[in-house]
């Protein structure tokens, strides 16, 4: 399985962005998608989960302002982010989770004061 994410970039602070991530390989048992960011200096934390039934996770910073979704039909997630702010700032990595957890290969989004 590969996961390829894009939709990063450079946003000002109140801007928004949506992120891609698009799977490919022979996907099977999946148990759900995420998405994980890691800041400078700081240690990679989950931001939003989406299962396989439709159950929807996300961290306290972000919650109310992203959105995690997912196309089926065409294997790919989404993570709509609003309001974005500067501690928003890292880089964005896709995951899904089967009987192993598969990543992406990040995609960076910095958001100016």
């Known amino acids: 399985v590969q996961l390829q994410a894009s939709g990063g970039g450079l946003v000002q602070a109140g801007g928004s962005l949506r992120l891609s991530c698009g799977a490919s390989?022979?996907?099977?048992?999946?148990?759900?998608w995420g998405w994980y960011r890691q800041a400078p200096g700081k240690q990679r934390e989950l931001v939003a989960s989406?299962?396989?039934?439709?159950?929807?996770n996300y961290a306290d910073s972000v919650r109310g302002r992203f959105t995690i979704s997912a196309d089926n039909a065409k294997n790919t997630i989404y993570l709509q982010m609003n309001s974005l702010k500067p501690e928003d700032t890292a880089v964005y990595y896709c995951t899904l989770r089967s009987l192993v957890t598969f990543w992406g290969q990040g995609t960076q989004v910095t958001v100016s004061s």
């Open positions: 390989g022979r996907i099977s048992r999946v148990v759900d």
């Open positions: 989406l299962s396989i039934s439709g159950i929807t």
